[in-house]
């Protein structure tokens, strides 16, 4: 099957849930592809996949990523290898899929689609010490130079449709709302989305190109040779901004010094549109809505009642309908530099 096809096939044809995913099944799948495990696995912290450490009696540990079935197909998959790879060949550190088996990255076994890294140490980022948001910006700044030579054919975008809207469309469908927050909720939701429609027409034209996508400092691992990037899974298209604001905290003073900081850094490899800041708040409401309805798409999934106990309890939705009237208030603000 070519990857055009691929592209259109459902994700359900990868059948199996996480609950069939055995200890077995993980070495199992592993030897299948010529890593010889010696039986310890180490479930790291991971909700949306599942992800471990796997040691070997004749090398180094190794990481194998277990994509939730059902989310990604396999040319959305590849496309992600392929981007994290064409940053390995302009030297960037991120950490690549290992190519193995068939001289493939990605995998499938028993209905599961995997992908094998090298294990990678380091620490979070301190932002507070001078000079590590300018090194950042960086290297943001180089990711999205090769990020802009080509689009995405097959990942999504991050966009009002797919965060926004589709967000309010299954939390209304799907009753997590409880009964008397239920109309305060969608109320203003729909200002908050009207809101973010409002930061878009502000910024214009913006271009957009394949970005980290999820860029916080989790995702940053700093070593004494400075940071590396991991975790490409929510690599989407969309604009530069985004991988930017997550890095930025505090009052509005701080944040400006902190936006300085990165944009010297980030204006090295690639041009910075101040229009984009427009996007910041529309961007961080886009974030918090998806949020909410990514727990309860996943609340079938036993390890998330488990992890995030106070999701879907009346207090929560009180909490989200603060947060969103905030985020109203928020985006009419003129944006973090004048423009």
Same mark, same amino acid.
């Given at each position: ?41 180490? *479930? ?5 996949? @599942?992800? $471990?450490?796997?040691?070997? %009696?004749?090398?180094? !540990? &190794? ?97 009002? *449709? ?5 967000? @309010?469309? $299954?939390?209304?469908?799907? %009753?997590?709302?409880? !009964? &008397? ?159």
């Amino acid at each position: 099957m070519n990857q055009d096809n691929e592209s259109t096939v459902a994700a359900a044809n990868i059948s199996s849930s996480f609950s069939d995913l055995s200890p077995e099944i993980v070495l199992d799948a592993l030897e299948s592809v010529g890593i010889h495990g010696d039986g310890r696995l180490l *479930a790291l912290n991971s909700y949306e996949n @599942r992800v $471990y450490q796997v040691w070997r %009696d004749d090398a180094a !540990p &190794l990481v194998a990523k277990f994509y939730r079935p059902a989310r990604w197909t396999p040319a959305q998959i590849r496309e992600e290898h392929d981007f994290v790879q064409a940053m390995v060949e302009q030297e960037l550190p991120v950490v690549p899929a290992m190519t193995l088996a068939n001289n493939k990255t990605l995998h499938e076994y028993n209905g599961f689609q995997f992908a094998v890294f090298a294990k990678h140490g380091g620490r979070a980022p301190e932002l507070e010490q001078a000079g590590t948001l300018e090194w950042l910006g960086r290297f943001i700044g180089r990711i999205h130079a090769i990020g802009a030579i080509a689009p995405y054919f097959y990942r999504p975008a991050l966009d009002i *449709a797919g965060f926004g809207e589709a967000s @309010r469309d $299954y939390l209304l469908a799907n %009753d997590f709302i409880p !009964p &008397l927050l239920r109309t305060a909720y969608f109320s203003v939701l729909a200002q908050a989305l009207d809101g973010v429609r409002r930061c878009y027409d502000r910024a214009g034209a913006i271009a957009t190109i394949r970005l980290h996508g999820d860029c916080h400092c989790g995702n940053v691992l700093w070593t004494d040779a400075g940071p590396h990037f991991v975790d490409f899974d929510d690599s989407r298209t969309g604009p530069a901004i985004q991988d930017l604001w997550m890095l930025l905290s505090g009052d509005r003073a701080d944040q400006i010094k902190q936006l300085a900081d990165l944009v010297a850094g980030y204006e090295d490899f690639q041009e910075f549109q101040p229009r984009e800041l427009y996007l910041v708040e529309g961007l961080r409401t886009l974030r918090l809505v998806h949020y909410a309805a990514w727990l309860a798409r996943r609340w079938d999934d036993p390890a998330f009642p488990l992890a995030f106990p106070w999701f879907n309890t009346e207090r929560y939705w009180q909490d989200r309908i603060l947060e969103l009237r905030e985020q109203v208030a928020l985006m009419d603000e003129p944006p973090l530099w004048q423009l």
